[in-house]
């Protein structure tokens, strides 16, 4: 006898069946298009008593005097969910989605399965507690990484690649319909709280965050990060307005714009308890005093401070050594010059 599928099993026993019944209020209750598991789902819900009219299309709908609620088992779809909300869905009073998730804590190395989620790990897949939510996530783990105590969730069609040499400890990760890239050799510190909700995130090599690091790439925003950057305790990002501010005179969302972005260069240090946020562009060689607020464009080789951060000093350079000396400056500038041209 045929079986449900497995997370339309988990589902079955983890719903919430006496909240479902409030959301749903007396509605008419559809499953939407034709499933495979229509009839498990159908059983199910009826055994505890909701009624269940059949299933039904977003074409169907439209054609309706009075929406149904809807029962949706359907990874992350943002073309389907974009046509509900035009019809007035917007959460769990109007739809339940049942995603399909599965925890993951040790693999040999390569990892897939029917929903097209996949690792691909060149090292050991230790320290970390990995869900997948929904269908096509895709975990790519470079050579010589190492994490201890990394929570990761990545939900319908998120995209995570930690180049070789990448490091972290007790941290979270939250990515969602994204593409994050990490280059390798970096290191990100306790307690770091990393989110990519349909965003682009792009980090460059050798960089190193110490503890309570915050990032956070919003819907239809870009953060990118150059190579050799380095953040104290308790820096954060924020790559756009992530809720909405509206201006009842123009009568326009603020927080919908084109090109909403941070721009960090290459070599840039940022102090401690410094914020960045969007439309926000560091030039490289550049230094962040303690407790900035940044938002703006700057040069290259600048110290900025304060808030909202300004220019404070020009033609400066920084390194992570203490008490180095300007000789020793110049000849480590002219090792990375040669090294650059043999690269080249």
Same mark, same amino acid.
């Given at each position: 006898?045929?079986k449900?599928?497995?997370?339309?099993?988990?589902?079955?026993? @983890?719903?919430?069946?006496?909240?479902?019944?409030?959301?749903?209020?007396?509605?008419?209750?559809?499953?939407l298009?034709?499933d495979?598991?229509?009839?498990?789902?159908?059983?199910?819900?009826?055994?505890?008593?909701?009624?269940?009219?059949?299933f039904?299309?977003?074409?169907?709908? +439209?054609?309706?005097?009075?929406?149904?609620?809807?029962?949706?088992?359907s990874?992350?779809?943002?073309?389907? $969910?974009h046509?509900?909300?035009?019809?007035?869905?917007?959460?769990e009073?109007?739809?339940? /989605?049942?995603?399909?998730?599965?925890?993951?804590?040790?693999?040999?190395?390569?990892?897939?399965?029917?929903c097209?989620?996949?690792?691909?790990?060149?090292?050991?897949?230790?320290?970390i507690?990995l869900?997948?939510?929904?269908?096509?996530?895709?975990?790519?783990?470079?050579?010589?990484?190492?994490?201890?105590?990394?929570? $990761? !969730?990545?939900?319908?069609?998120?995209?995570?690649?930690?180049?070789?040499?990448?490091?972290m400890?007790?941290?979270?990760?939250?990515?969602k319909?994204?593409v994050?890239?990490?280059?390798?050799?970096?290191w990100l510190?306790?307690?770091?709280?990393?989110?990519?909700?349909?965003?682009?995130?792009? *980090?460059?090599?050798d960089?190193?965050? $110490?503890? @309570?690091?915050?990032m956070?790439?919003?819907?239809?925003t870009?953060?990118?990060?150059?190579?050799?950057?380095?953040?104290?305790?308790?820096?954060k990002?924020l790559?756009?307005?992530?809720h909405?501010?509206?201006?009842?005179?123009?009568?326009?969302?603020?927080?919908?714009? +084109?090109?909403?972005?941070?721009?960090i260069?290459?070599?840039?240090?940022?102090? %401690?308890?410094?914020?960045?946020?969007?439309?926000?562009d560091?030039? +490289?060689?550049? %230094? *962040?005093?303690?407790?900035? $607020?940044?938002?703006?464009?700057?040069?290259?080789? *600048?110290? /900025?401070?304060?808030?909202?951060?300004?220019?404070?000093?020009?033609? /400066?350079?920084?390194?992570?050594?203490?008490?180095?000396?300007?000789?020793?400056?110049?000849?480590?500038?002219?090792?990375r +010059?040669?090294?650059k041209k !043999?690269?080249s």
């Open positions: 006898m045929k449900p599928s497995f997370y339309i099993s988990n589902w079955m026993s @983890g719903v919430d069946i006496c909240k479902l019944k409030r959301n749903i209020d007396g509605k008419q209750v559809y499953v298009d034709d495979k598991d229509y009839q498990f789902i159908k059983d199910f819900l009826n055994e505890n008593g909701i009624d269940i009219c059949g039904t299309t977003i074409e169907d709908i +439209e054609k309706m005097n009075e929406k149904p609620y809807l029962i949706i088992r990874a992350y779809d943002k073309d389907m $969910l046509k509900l909300r035009g019809l007035g869905y917007y959460g009073k109007q739809m339940h /989605i049942i995603w399909r998730s599965v925890i993951i804590t040790d693999i040999p190395g390569y990892y897939c399965d029917e097209g989620n996949e690792i691909i790990c060149e090292d050991r897949f230790e320290g507690e869900e997948f939510q929904g269908y096509n996530n895709k975990l790519y783990i470079g050579k010589d990484f190492y994490a201890d105590g990394l929570k $990761l !969730r990545m939900k319908g069609g998120a995209t995570l690649e930690f180049g070789p040499g990448m490091g400890h007790n941290g979270r990760m939250f990515l319909n994204s994050s890239k990490f280059a390798g050799n970096g510190g306790s307690d770091f709280f990393i989110s990519n909700f349909d965003g682009t995130l792009t *980090v460059g090599d960089i190193t965050c $110490l503890n @309570g690091f915050y956070c790439c919003v819907e239809n870009e953060l990118s990060i150059g190579d050799g950057c380095m953040f104290a305790k308790n820096v990002i790559s756009g307005g992530a909405s501010l509206f201006d009842l005179t123009e009568k326009v969302n603020l927080h919908i714009a +084109e090109d909403v972005h941070v721009r260069a290459d070599h840039v240090w940022v102090g %401690m308890e410094s914020a960045v946020i969007y439309n926000s560091i030039g +490289e060689h550049s %230094m *962040v005093g303690a407790m900035s $607020l940044v938002k703006g464009t700057y040069p290259d080789h *600048v110290v /900025i401070a304060g808030n909202r951060a300004k220019v404070i000093r020009e033609n /400066i350079d920084w390194d992570y050594r203490d008490y180095m000396t300007y000789p020793e400056y110049e000849e480590m500038m002219r090792e +010059e040669e090294a !043999r690269r």
